[in-house]
């Protein structure tokens, strides 16, 4: 598990420089023009909305105690 974490973090990160070398953009200047639009207590449309795009879905949850 640990080595699968590590090499998703790895290939991340290589993605993002790749990214930013190839538009001369830095992180804020790429987050200001595309946005992140997060969808809030509605799973069932998170879910198709990134089968249809073909992206990962990331769950944000937490609790208060």
Do not use: Y
Not at 13 to 22: G, H, K, P, S, V
Not at 30 to 51: K, N, T, V, Y
Request: some cysteine; hydrophobic content about 50%; proline content about 6%.
């Amino acid at each position: 598990m640990r080595s699968a974490l590590l090499l998703t973090a790895a290939l991340s990160t290589a993605c993002a420089t790749t990214q930013n070398a190839q538009t001369g953009a830095g992180p804020e200047a790429s987050r200001a023009a595309h946005g992140i639009s997060f969808i809030e207590d509605d799973l069932p449309r998170a879910l198709a909305l990134a089968r249809a795009q073909h992206k990962p879905l990331f769950v944000d949850a937490w609790a208060p105690w």
